[in-house]
């Protein structure tokens, strides 16, 4: 019984279950979601437009994003925050 309950308990098991999500890209979802609400279109409504992604002068447009090649100290680290890696940033600008 005490073993069956160490497996379940098992704090690695989180830690998989909690950074699988944090390593994926969310490209494809995040233009998924911009052509659905035709994010363009109400931006260029507003007389703004979004910047490319490597126009981004504020803040990498996926900050939360574990890097390539990135330590096991840096997983940890993200692992405790309560970002998931799936966070994107808009920059706008207005349209000339």
Known sequence: MANAYKQRWNPD???YEGGAEMLRSFDFEFAMFAEQTDLKAMLKATG??????????????????????????EFMIRLATCYAGFERY???????
Do not use: L
């Open 48 to 73: 703004y437009k979004m910047r490319g992604q490597a126009e981004h002068t504020v803040v990498k447009v996926w900050p939360n994003r574990m890097s390539k090649g990135g330590s096991k100290e």
């Open 13 to 15: 098991i989180y830690r």
């Open 90 to 96: 808009v920059e706008c600008v207005r349209e000339k």
